[in-house]
């Protein structure tokens, strides 16, 4: 039985340049996370509803963090995004297996 792990969470906001590009790169602090690995190809956005998106994720070597791409900008479009907006997100996973990244619940 796989261990997964909810060791990082991260806050993300849409903004004019991330929807335009496509692009969201995630904190530097991505890269302790033992759900992701260098070698993702993908990850699972997952929000409050249950609904999910398969994006690209990638690793910039240079830059020394992980971004997605290839369905950021539906995500935000689909769960009605404005530039400004923020979401907080757990990273869930083995690191083995497809990683998820679930919208946290709202704190009331």
Not at 24 to 31: I, N, R
Not at 70 to 91: P, Q
């Amino acid at each position: 039985m796989s261990s997964f792990s909810f060791d990082y969470w991260f806050l993300a906001e849409v903004t004019a340049s991330n929807l335009k590009e496509d692009k969201f790169y995630l904190p530097v602090g991505a890269t302790s996370s033992t759900a992701l690995h260098k070698q993702c190809q993908e990850t699972i956005l997952v929000n409050k509803e249950g609904d999910s998106w398969n994006v690209s994720l990638r690793f910039s070597e240079s830059g020394g963090k992980y971004y997605i791409t290839r369905g950021w900008r539906k995500f935000c479009l689909d769960n009605r995004c404005e530039i400004g907006n923020l979401f907080a997100f757990n990273v869930v996973g083995d690191g083995k297996t497809t990683p998820l990244m679930c919208v946290c619940p709202e704190r009331k």
